[in-house]
């Protein structure tokens, strides 16, 4: 089974912390609080494959994140400007 993740947001509430970094990958006790989520996925033993779904302006920093993950794969939708 494959595991899609929607990271897409701006975060905006936690300025200045995520105004240039994505919430999902902010540090909690040493770890991405997307570790954490993915970890606690995978002790299922039912998904394969994660899929997770950002936003343009943040795409580098996820696909740096999971280069060496082989089983997450990262998309990032079109940039939209901001409200």
């Known amino acids: ?3 899609l993740i929607l990271a897409a947001g701006y975060a ?8 240039n970094y994505p919430k999902p990958l902010l540090k909690i006790k040493g770890k991405a609080i997307l570790d954490w989520l ?4 995978r002790s299922s033993g039912k998904v394969e494959r994660f ?7 943040f795409a580098e920093i ?3 994140w999971a ?3 082989y089983d997450i794969d990262i998309h990032s ?4 400007p901001l409200l």
């Open 12 to 19: 905006t509430r936690l300025y200045p912390l995520t105004e």
């Open 67 to 69: 280069k060496d993950r």
């Open 77 to 80: 939708l079109p940039i939209r």
């Open 51 to 57: 899929m997770v779904v950002t936003n343009h302006r």
């Open 38 to 41: 993915i970890e606690d996925i």
């Open 62 to 64: 996820f696909q740096e």
């Open 1 to 3: 089974m494959k595991c």
